[in-house]
């Protein structure tokens, strides 16, 4: 339908960057829990005397739910709005963070942190990302994508330091609180300044032509459109590519280096709050590196990017093991400075293809795609606890990830831009 919209007056911050700001403090408010796992691991094995590996599966529960909430929540915001479907996940994450301090269980642990809060955190993933840039942005979208998918990543991070010396002095259990308060903090922002579209405020998207017309919103059950969208998407091959990439992208990052990077360090006598603090740097490179690629996925081959993020991401990680040691030492810093850039680089150029190739339904393919990611992160969660707990080290699991990212090198390369059978 063809909807009478006005565009910004001249002088005036477009609409776009304030949606884009609320956006981006929703996602870093949420992105607290997401932190956890890492400084959680040696408090929780400490006090219950669980095994990694018990540890290790409600962080992969969490993870794969992270992703296959996503193409759903893609859809439901189609159907009922983005500030009604985020409020809601804040509040799922506020309550599944809050409960764990009255656990005693692991099964506890498997149902609050791994169910509810993968969730909250999956109805607002990086799909939520995706729709906002599509909705609003039509001028700068590949660096927008960039700066809002670097709140999720770095938010995870940059709360490590705090999160870690909540756990080692007042305890988990404060760390959970905090987490859960944050969350709760967000929820008024999102209610009262997020909107759904531009045209309910009487404008059009950033970069847009006024006058345009905008599909009518989506009426049927989202869970049918959702899957509706993953038939016809898996019948091309470049949705395989993407998700069999970023399957491996979440496995060498979330999975892998966000859960077991602290209790890895740790084995070779590095204390945690250090480890932490390693991460954390990483959260801060994150935001160069992920806004660079939003840059450059405007004026550079996607695939390109991809095969080359991947590529380097690989080489790193099969050097990695060598690098471990009591203190942080200068080839470790690099290290540290070198995957923040790379951490979450993959997702502007993901986001850009997924909505190249796939047109109005790119945010739910990609969301599809996010899955695969948290799929990928959920087995090297896994893997690599019982990695540890079996052989003692972690040095498998980095080389066996390095080796994923070189074959992800690949099938990015291959992908073609126009559908394929």
């Known amino acids: 339908m063809t909807l009478s919209t006005t565009p910004a007056r001249a002088g005036r911050l477009h609409r776009a960057w304030f949606v884009a700001a609320v956006a981006f403090v929703a996602i870093l408010g949420s992105a607290g829990f997401r932190a956890t796992p890492g400084v959680l691991i040696n408090p929780l094995q400490e006090e219950f005397g669980w095994s990694t590996g018990t540890i290790s599966l ?8 992270y992703g296959l909430t996503a193409p759903f929540a893609a859809a439901l915001m189609d159907r009922f709005g983005m500030r009604r479907v985020v409020a809601c996940a804040l509040l799922l994450v506020a309550v599944g963070s809050g409960l764990t301090v009255f656990m005693t269980v692991s099964w506890q642990l498997l149902l609050l942190w791994g169910v509810l809060v993968g969730l909250g955190t999956g109805s607002m993933a990086l799909v939520f990302v995706a729709t906002v840039t599509d909705r609003w942005f039509v001028r700068h979208r590949g660096l927008v994508t960039g700066v809002l998918t670097a709140a999720g990543a770095t938010g995870q991070l940059v709360f490590l330091p705090v999160l870690a010396w909540l756990a080692t002095g007042p305890g988990w259990r404060a760390a959970s609180l905090t987490v859960a308060g944050a969350a709760l903090a967000v929820v008024p922002f999102v209610w009262w300044l997020l909107r759904d579209h531009p045209e ?24 049918a459109r959702a899957l509706g969208v993953l038939r016809s998407a898996a019948r091309t091959r470049p949705f395989w590519y993407l998700a069999g990439g970023f399957a491996i992208c979440g496995a060498s990052t979330n999975g892998l280096v966000g859960t077991h990077f602290i209790p890895a360090a740790h084995d070779h006598g590095m204390p945690q709050g250090t480890a ?6 990483i959260g801060v490179f994150d935001i160069a590196g992920t806004v ?6 405007d004026r550079v081959d996607p695939k390109v990017l991809l095969g080359v993020y991947y590529g380097l991401r690989g080489l790193s990680l099969m050097v990695l093991p060598s690098l471990f040691a009591a203190t942080a030492e200068p080839s470790m810093l690099i290290f540290i400075v070198f995957y923040g850039l790379d951490w979450v ?8 293809l997924c909505r190249r190739i796939y047109g109005a339904d790119g945010a739910v393919v990609f969301g599809w795609v996010f899955g695969s990611h948290q799929v990928g992160a959920a087995i090297a969660a896994v893997g690599a606890g019982l990695t540890r707990d079996h052989l003692g080290a972690y040095d498998l699991a980095w080389y066996a990830s390095g080796l994923l990212c070189l074959a992800a090198t690949a099938m990015s390369l291959a992908i073609r831009h126009a559908r394929s059978r």
């Open 200 to 223: 309910d405020v009487g404008l059009t998207a950033l970069g847009a032509e006024p006058g345009v017309t905008r599909r009518a919103p989506a009426t049927g059950n989202a869970a």
């Open 58 to 65: 409600a962080v992969s529960v969490n993870l794969v739910l």
């Open 276 to 281: 932490a603090g390693l991460l954390a740097v």
């Open 345 to 352: 680089a993959t997702v502007p150029p993901t986001v850009a």
């Open 292 to 297: 660079a690629s939003g840059w450059l996925s």
